[in-house]
């Protein structure tokens, strides 16, 4: 074991060193050494990069690295969401970059149920995406204490849409976008977006990988028989980062593939891969075209529920992201320029967070699912109904000419949901940028066994209109069918409208 010093590329005077062992971290195209003192890693590349490839990493390094540094939300993009290369060395005439360690929530402490073999490995999306894995049958299923429930997938796939729509503003594309490249913690509903260094940099020939099966956009594969040089190419762009961004969510909140279903394109297994997911690809929950229906016969049994549309199909994801994902997977699957963007993919899944509905049974591993829109609302993961009468909270805000206007945004109580200054208010829009203040509950939810009350923490203005009363900070009101409440008498303030189903 030997302690090697390496110098930057970009500025010699920094030197950075790593401990070799002989025996590195070996991921897909880099070996990877820790630090002494394991605050950063230095991953080399195994083979040589062109003096193309070589300029493109120092870009990442500097220039993209610096404009994050120095543009909005800098720490919550560096610090939550990538794991960004900041500089980078050579040895032997290898590249190696330089990569801020992985936070300790991004390993797993018991992995296994029932096997010690993948304590400290590192929470890669695919664990979470596979059915298999989270059946308690399988002889290898995660223990639940790594799993989280439902609710955790849409906060990890929200902090993943937050990511692309950062880099494709610095009109990045990241060329690889998959389960394998974005660490993942069910349990503070975080995510990290890794392997940074094979980003499309404008004006730059990208990274000789086209993706990860499974991610790849149909355009990509189609044409990879191509030359490189060919006009007809398509080559990674932010257009194929939209396709597998799509992809990842409906895998994450649904364990599933969207275009693998029964269908056999060819008989040479080869080429039906490339069809299924190129050419030919078909969601497998096209509402108009049955041709390629998961055929449950060749489920394996572990993967028996999440793997069969009839039983948990996308419509549970309520609509906004229904919305998206016919744009995405039947309209946008052939046409990228019908993709949703990754902000019309944030705006969709932080609404439908405010409509989740709390399970009531004690034993639903996932807890939570979307309010369905019905009088007898269902949790589609165990069975069990709502038992109990729930709000539906409507949100109104002024026009420019005065008149309140419904907005496409409810809100669906539960028991200690919290309440928010853009709830209240169109003066505070609900991204990367909120401030610590921003983030403070201004108002709760609360449910007693008998009645629904909403409780004003720290809001001024704030009136009971159909009773006509202030409700001071500190004050509640009981929330009831036809309930009108003003949540601040500011500019911008919105008005709350209850519906008791």
Request: proline share 5%.
């Amino acid at each position: 074991m030997s302690i090697v010093r390496v110098y930057s590329i970009v500025d010699s005077t920094k030197m950075y060193e790593y401990v070799d062992d002989g025996r590195p971290k070996q991921g897909g195209v880099k070996d990877v050494y820790f630090s002494p003192k394991r605050e950063y890693v230095v991953a080399f590349f195994r083979e040589k990069q062109d003096t193309n490839q070589k300029e493109r990493i120092k870009k990442i390094v500097t220039l993209y690295h610096e404009n994050i540094k120095k543009g909005n939300a800098s720490g919550y993009y560096l610090n939550d969401i990538f794991r960004w290369p900041y500089d980078a060395v050579e040895k032997n005439g290898l590249i190696g970059v330089i990569v801020p360690i992985y936070k300790s929530d991004f390993f797993f402490t018991k992995g296994y149920q029932m096997h010690t073999t993948l304590v400290g490995g590192e929470k890669v999306g695919k664990w979470f995406t596979s059915p298999s894995f989270r059946n308690k049958q399988f002889p290898f299923n995660l223990d639940k204490s790594e799993l989280g429930d439902w609710s955790s997938y849409l906060f990890i796939s929200l902090n993943i849409v937050r990511g692309i729509k950062k880099m494709h503003q610095m009109g990045l594309a990241h060329s690889d976008l998959s389960y394998n490249n974005i660490l993942v913690d069910p349990i503070t509903k975080s995510a990290n977006i890794i392997d940074l260094d094979g980003l499309v940099v404008p004006g730059m020939f990208p990274p000789e990988v086209i993706g990860t099966a499974d991610f790849i956009a149909p355009e990509v594969l189609k044409t990879k028989h191509l030359l490189l040089t060919d006009p007809n190419r398509v080559l990674p762009n932010q257009k194929t980062d939209l396709h597998a961004l799509a992809v990842l969510l409906y895998m994450y909140l649904l364990r599933r593939h969207p275009l693998r279903g029964g269908k056999i394109w060819d008989i040479d297994s080869d080429r039906d891969e490339i069809m299924a997911m190129g050419e030919r690809a078909l969601f497998i929950e096209h509402p108009d075209n049955d041709k390629n229906r998961v055929n449950i016969n060749q489920l394996s049994k572990w993967d028996n529920f999440w793997g069969d549309p009839a039983k948990v199909p996308y419509t549970i994801l309520g609509p906004y992201l229904i919305d998206l994902m016919n744009r995405a997977l039947i309209d946008g699957l052939h046409n990228p320029l019908l993709r949703p963007m990754a902000n019309e993919w944030e705006a969709a899944l932080l609404k439908t967070i405010d409509i989740l509905l709390e399970c009531v049974n004690p034993h639903c591993s996932e807890k939570w699912f979307v309010f369905d829109n019905t009088s007898k609302p269902t949790c589609p993961f165990c069975g069990e109904k709502i038992q109990h009468s729930v709000p539906i909270i409507d949100i109104y805000s002024k026009n420019r000419e005065g008149v309140w206007k419904l907005e496409n945004h409810r809100i669906l109580a539960s028991d200690q949901k919290a309440l928010h200054k853009w709830h209240i208010s169109k003066n505070v829009i609900n991204n990367e940028n909120l401030t610590e203040e921003d983030k403070e509950e201004v108002a709760v939810i609360n449910y007693d066994g008998i009645q629904w009350i909403l409780t004003n923490k720290s809001v001024l203005g704030m009136k009971d209109m159909s009773d006509q009363v202030d409700v001071l900070i500190g004050g509640k009101v009981v929330l009831q069918h036809d309930k009108k409440i003003l949540m601040s008498a500011e500019e911008g303030g919105k008005l709350l409208y209850v519906t008791m189903v």
